[in-house]
């Protein structure tokens, strides 16, 4: 599967954006579907994942309650809503496909795009 991660951009905090991820090769519900994001100077963390081509998620703590993962099957497109943004989310995000199941390490992802910046101003 190749996918194809956009929609980043620059935003104020508390502001709203949304991340597509466009899987192509294969159906994207096949697989475990996972958000990650690195931000400069750290290491990739893990956001969340999309299961079952959007029946099941799972969050990380940092943000549960303001990010939302859904799928859309006929466009076999993954996103990433994210809400209430706040600076400490300005990071370059990943999306990335696992054949294992609600992996949550990035070493457990076998397919990545190629990321796409998500700036938050104060």
């Known amino acids: 599967v190749q996918l194809q991660a956009s929609g980043g951009g620059l935003v104020q905090a508390g502001g709203s954006l949304r991340l597509s991820c466009a899987a192509s090769?294969?159906?994207?519900?096949?697989?475990?579907m996972g958000w990650f994001r690195q931000a400069p100077g750290k290491e990739r963390e893990f956001v969340g994942l999309?299961?079952?081509?959007?029946?099941?998620?799972e969050y990380s703590d940092s943000v549960k309650g303001r990010f939302a993962i859904s799928g859309d099957n006929g466009k076999n497109t993954m996103y990433l809503e994210m809400s209430n943004l706040k600076p400490e989310d300005t990071a370059v995000y990943y999306c990335?496909?696992?054949?294992?199941?609600?992996?949550?390490?990035?070493?457990?992802?076998?397919?990545w795009g190629q990321g796409t910046l998500v700036t938050v101003s104060s």
């Open positions: 990335a496909a696992s054949i294992l199941r609600a992996v949550t390490h990035e070493n457990g992802y076998d397919y």
């Open positions: 090769g294969r159906s994207f519900s096949t697989y475990t």
């Open positions: 999309l299961r079952y081509g959007g029946i099941n998620a």
